[in-house]
């Protein structure tokens, strides 16, 4: 069979989401190599992965966009981020298909400099998102602001007046820094991000309609898989089993974004609920002091048995955590502190899959009421899972990975 070579961003929101395809592609038989963060090369290897990590030091350069003033100085400080890893990535990758010598390369949408050197390696590579990338479509907004269809030739006017002005904004930030990246390679500028974002043989997005939008013109090297809600092997805890009664679980990014705000208005909002709260915190945060008896608070937990026992879910509008309850047909309410999460949180309401709660409202009332509704919505969050399933999940991404082996 074939060789893999898979390279992720410093992301375990990246990382866990692709697992599942990684590991649907060894059951296959392939040989497949991953460089990906160093604290879970053991783990991947464990799974039958062989597994190296990637450049240390592309890990330390830090998305800090919580510390922006506004949306335009958070995009400008996420390509600054993704491109000054780019530097050390590419080179990065080159090592590792040295070494492995692969058939094909799997890359993380946001390794910017991963997939120009898998672009100038010449051989077939697929990009692999885990959340919905800002591509254009008919008859949708254009992505950032989190706006939902509107049909109809005021919906076609207002997205054809702000398509310029999001989309714009976003390229003017993004388009020279990679062409400069781009030039010492021998690759042709781009300038679009659509150019960007759709340069490899495929690329594969977790996610599936209801859930997303109708994109009937991305055209066939687009593949929308389903969720892949996956997480690694732990031990439950104790406390979870004692719990009686329904669940509501409380998430926040894997990734510090300061969305620490999110667990104290739950704490306080839902306490006298009826449901356990059991809420994470971001890594580092201290908990909340004298928690109501309905709220546990802890700095880890796996989300998965805590899903099977909830009714609803609270999420800060992450990719990953948000369709880990819909996958298992648990709605949710979002409260979107920024990146890609104002596009989750407005999928979520156009699905009928749960509430949108903006940070600027988050109060332990406002929150309160969100869930209370959220947890009504159990319907269309069924429906998002069904469609989910439709999709294929692994099974349909290694399908297109093997579709590209053979075409190229």
């Known amino acids: 069979m074939s060789t893999v070579l898979a390279y992720t961003s410093p992301a375990l929101g990246h990382l866990f989401p692709m697992t599942p395809l990684l590991l649907e592609l060894r059951d296959r038989g392939h040989d ?17 992965l062989s597994a190296e990590q990637i450049d240390p030091a592309i890990g330390k350069i830090v998305h800090a966009d919580w510390e922006a003033k506004g949306p335009r100085q958070a995009l400008e400080l996420t390509v600054r981020t993704f491109c000054d ?5 590419a080179p990065d990758l080159e090592r590792a298909i040295g ?44 992505f950032g602001p989190g706006l939902m269809p509107m049909a109809g030739p005021l919906g076609r006017l207002r997205d054809a007046l702000l398509r310029p002005l ?13 062409n400069a990246l781009r030039a010492p390679r021998g690759l042709a500028p781009i300038d679009t991000a659509d150019a960007f974002f759709r340069r ?9 309609e209801p859930f997303e939008y109708r994109h009937d013109d991305w055209g066939d090297d687009v593949t929308m898989i389903g969720a892949l809600p996956w ?66 608070v802890v700095e880890f937990v796996p989300h998965g048995p ?20 819909l996958a298992r047909g648990i709605p949710v309410c979002v409260v979107p502190f920024g990146r890609d999460q104002l596009e989750v949180a407005a999928r979520v309401v156009h699905a009928g899959a749960g509430t949108k709660l903006t940070p600027r409202r988050l109060t332990a009332e406002t929150l309160r009421d969100a ?18 399933a439709a999709a294929g999940g692994a099974a349909a991404g290694a399908d297109r990975v093997e579709r590209v082996l053979v075409r190229r």
């Open 306 to 325: 805590v899903l099977d026992r909830a009714v609803v879910a609270v999420t800060h509008g992450g990719m990953g955590a948000t369709q880990k309850a």
């Open 99 to 142: 070494q492995a010598r692969p058939d094909v390369v799997i890359v993380d949408i946001n390794a910017w400099g991963a997939s120009m050197v898998a672009e100038a390696w010449g051989g077939p590579w697929v990009f692999f998102s885990p959340f919905t990338p800002p591509l254009r479509s008919r008859g949708t907004p254009p």
């Open 85 to 89: 890893r780019a530097a050390l990535e």
């Open 32 to 48: 497949v190599h991953v460089r990906t963060l160093g604290s879970h090369v053991d783990l991947l290897r464990s799974l039958g």
């Open 371 to 388: 869930v209370r509704e959220a947890a009504t919505r159990a319907e269309g969050a069924r429906r998002v899972a069904s469609g989910y």
């Open 200 to 208: 490899a043989d495929a690329l594969l997005v977790t996610t599936a």
């Open 231 to 296: 997480e690694p092997p732990a031990e439950v805890p104790d406390w979870l089993d004692e719990i009686e009664g329904p669940v509501a679980l409380v998430t926040t990014s894997s990734e510090y974004q300061a969305d620490e705000a999110l667990v104290r208005a739950a704490v306080e909002g839902l306490a006298g609920e009826p449901w356990t709260v059991v809420a994470t915190m971001p890594a580092g945060v201290s908990a909340p002091d004298d928690l109501p008896v309905n709220v546990r």
């Open 166 to 178: 999001v989309l714009g904004a976003a390229e003017k930030a993004m388009v020279p820094r990679i």
